[in-house]
């Protein structure tokens, strides 16, 4: 009796058009959520419009990772994924915060909850443009400036039970992370992280806790994860410029000029490849 040989997969093979749909669907379901975040916002559910929020930036994380998964990632998926974006972590976030805290704040609050849905268009329009093989986001990601809003209410609506009467601080902090969107920080993503390579064990029994965290209490978990990826990228930029700062001393000391030392490092880059 003759075996049937197995079919072996080509890796350069395109897969069928109906894989496509799965990436598209999931960036589908990201916006529905960023839609229901804005109606629910405007209908005063402040708690809703917040984890909506939450559940969009989950889906905008899987269309992305099962389009590379499945090699379906095409210039239509990034242009609907850019649209998703804009409507649940730039328009919605700017709607929830506006209507939570930034109404009696008058047209100042208006124009604060205007500029953070702009900067976030602005945020993607130059992460659409960027050229090159860089894993890590220059500027805030748009989805975390949003989850940061979003945990901020659910923290302090279902934590401390606290509701913002003209406070400043909301202002404020909407007003810092619309500017971070679009400056030259540098902050990390899931991107950066090869699962296919092998990692410590503690690794894993890192991501164990982290779930473990997240089922006993979300509202406290994700405004704490929120807080600590802002934060540490705040953390992270402030220790490079430090070091510029002492590298840049150390040249002029030298009397090098930073031109030159570009040039010094850029001759020792072609000497190492």
């Not at 329009?125 to 090159?132: H, K, L, S």
Request: proline share 4%; with cysteine.
């Amino acid at each position: 009796m003759v075996k049937a040989k197995k079919k072996i997969r080509d890796p350069d093979k395109k897969p069928r058009k109906g894989v496509y749909i799965l990436p598209n669907a999931l960036t589908l379901c990201g916006m529905f959520f960023g839609f229901y975040a804005i109606i629910t916002a405007i209908n005063g559910k402040f708690i809703h419009s917040a984890w909506a929020i939450i559940l969009a930036n989950i889906f905008d994380g899987l269309d992305g990772w099962v389009a590379r998964l499945t090699r379906t990632t095409t210039r239509f998926g990034v242009e609907l994924d850019s649209l998703s974006d804009l409507v649940a972590f730039g328009v919605a976030p700017a709607i929830l915060i506006y209507k939570w805290a930034l109404f009696d704040f008058g047209r100042v609050g208006f124009a604060i909850a205007f500029l953070f849905a702009a900067c976030g268009a602005l945020r993607l329009a130059r992460f659409n443009i960027q050229v090159g093989g860089t894993k890590s986001f220059k500027g805030l990601p748009i989805p975390g400036a949003a989850t940061m809003l979003a945990a901020t209410v659910i923290f302090c609506q279902e934590i401390l039970n606290f509701t913002p009467q003209k406070n400043l601080i909301f202002p404020v902090l909407t007003f810092i992370l619309s500017f971070m969107m679009v400056s030259n920080l540098k902050f990390h993503g899931l991107k950066e992280v090869d699962f296919k390579e092998k990692k410590p064990f503690w690794i894993l029994l890192f991501f164990i806790l982290l779930i473990f965290f997240i089922v006993i209490h979300p509202p406290f978990a994700v405004f704490i994860l929120a807080s600590l990826y802002v934060i540490s990228g705040i953390i992270e930029n402030i220790i490079i410029l430090i070091k510029k700062g002492r590298q840049n001393a150390l040249h002029f000391s030298e009397g090098i000029s930073p031109k030159e030392s570009k040039f010094e490092v850029q001759n020792e880059k072609d000497k190492n490849i």
